[in-house]
């Protein structure tokens, strides 16, 4: 059994493939050539714990994470868990996963498919609210998506965004890359925008001009009580864009807008549907809003890339002596 920890993962990783691999997730999503159970969702106080099986034609497996948003002020990883891949024909465990990079990858990937569909080619700068470790993932795998030439990052944390800028400064010298000095900077310099939060209220203004003709990629919000966006954008919006119906239940940023009658049901659509019914056309100059809240199927299908991209590689520890 191999163990691969977040410097493999990132070793084995081609984020071009990701993306790509994440494309054929929704079409196994789509024609139903998985099993996807709803995840155990377990909340205790502020912290959750979630537990996702998946199964796959030739490989099942298990993501087991934490998410402990109280971990920012004792400078630990609000994320933690692992990933196990077993093989589909005799239950053997394959591999370990580092869950926390697993996740910063997957998910930046989905955020990367949706820039691929979403945003006409032409599109040029990029906002980030958030920038904390998925928010320049999501930056990470946005410039693989399209050309940009600009990245504005804005956090209510200075040092993180800092940090987020020159980190990806290093991976993206061409790009331009500076801080906002306020959330309404970010959307008058933006085209696409990405938020990254765990807010429990809006990031956004509730401002028509400021927010109409965006493409909102939203990766912060995975409980009912948390919302990024606020009422404005829904009013905007033809369609909302999900990774996964499971986002009804679980999203403020789906349950609240269905609730309030913001939008109607029929303006929700899955991502696996719209890309495998609407030809993959990009939709240009609307406001559209995809959410991601993520899923199991995500995790197992790019970890057992990473994993195949490890074993040709030679990367990772053995965890069995062989």
Avoid at 23 to 34: D, T
Avoid at 76 to 87: A, E, F, K, S, Y
Avoid at 270 to 280: D, R, S, T, V, Y
Wanted: proline share 5%; charged share 20%.
């Amino acid at each position: 059994m191999l163990y691969l920890n977040a410097e493999s993962l990132m070793q084995s990783a081609v984020p071009e493939e990701i993306m790509d691999r994440i494309e054929l997730v929704y079409a196994e999503l789509y024609s139903g050539r998985c099993t996807l159970p709803e995840r155990i969702h377990i909340d205790q106080n502020d912290n959750t714990i979630l537990y996702m099986p998946c199964f796959l034609e030739n490989i099942f497996g298990t993501k087991i994470l934490s998410l402990y948003p109280g971990n920012v002020k004792n400078n630990l990883p609000t994320i933690n868990g692992i990933v196990i891949l077993n093989d589909i024909s005799n239950g053997a465990p394959l591999a370990i996963l580092d869950g926390a990079r697993l996740t910063a990858l997957r998910t930046g990937a989905v955020g990367g498919v949706a820039i691929r569909h979403l945003a006409p080619e032409t599109t040029a700068r990029a906002g980030l609210i958030g920038a904390g470790v998925q928010g320049y993932f999501q930056l990470f795998f946005a410039a693989r998506a399209r050309n940009f030439k600009h990245f504005t990052v804005y956090d209510l944390d200075n040092s993180k965004v800092k940090s987020c800028c020159e980190k990806l400064k290093t991976v993206y010298p061409e790009i331009t890359i500076k801080p906002a000095g306020s959330v309404e900077e970010l959307l008058q310099e933006s085209e696409v925008i990405i938020t990254a939060t765990p807010s429990i209220s809006p990031v956004l203004p509730d401002h028509e001009e400021l927010l109409k003709n965006k493409l909102f990629i939203g990766i912060g919000s995975y409980k009912p009580e948390m919302r990024e966006y606020p009422r404005m954008v829904y009013k905007l919006v033809n369609q909302v864009l999900i990774d996964t119906i499971h986002g009804l239940q679980e999203s403020g940023d789906l349950i609240t807008p269905l609730q309030e009658k913001w939008i109607e049901p029929t303006q929700v659509t899955e991502f696996a549907k719209f890309l495998n019914e609407q030809n993959n056309n990009v939709i240009q100059q609307e406001t559209i809003l995809f959410k991601s809240v993520g899923m199991a199927l995500f995790d197992i299908a790019v970890g057992e890339l990473l994993f195949r991209n490890a074993v040709s590689k030679n990367i990772g520890i053995r965890l069995d002596g062989r």
